[in-house]
């Protein structure tokens, strides 16, 4: 079983800077990537930053400059460094894996619960 848990999380102000962090535990073999979305009341859930295993990234335009996204492969965890912050990042963000759970098995999609992030103005 795998688990993707976020935290970090919170309400702050704009220009402010927040950290998100998300840990995927359980049976993995191999990550082979994993991503940032989020989520808005009222909108589709929108995909925020990607990161690959050996370090790609890929940023929405809406986010680029602002937020940069890391892994740490030994512990299966991911960062969302997240400046700047304006009131139009309020959101939901969840995380996402895409991960061979063991040597046999076919990669899989994992998703976190999410984590609020509200940005006053």
């Given amino acids: 079983q795998v688990q993707l848990v976020e935290s970090g999380g ?12 998300c840990v995927a535990s359980g049976s993995i073999f191999r990550v082979n990537a994993m991503h940032w979305y989020r989520q808005a009341p009222g909108k589709k859930r929108e ?3 990607i990161i690959t295993s050996d370090g ?3 940023y929405a335009d809406s986010v680029k400059g602002r937020f940069t996204i890391s892994i740490d492969n ?5 960062i969302l460094q997240m400046n700047s ?13 895409r991960l061979l759970p063991s040597v ?6 994992y998703w976190g619960q999410g984590t609020q992030v509200t940005v006053s103005s």
């Fill in 10 to 21: 919170g309400l702050v102000q704009a220009g402010e800077s927040l950290r998100l962090s």
């Fill in 47 to 49: 995909l925020v930053a």
């Fill in 56 to 58: 790609g990234t890929a």
């Fill in 74 to 78: 030994a512990k299966n965890t991911v």
């Fill in 85 to 97: 912050l304006k009131p139009e990042d309020t959101a939901v963000y969840y995380c996402y894996a």
């Fill in 104 to 109: 046999v098995a076919r990669p899989s999609d």
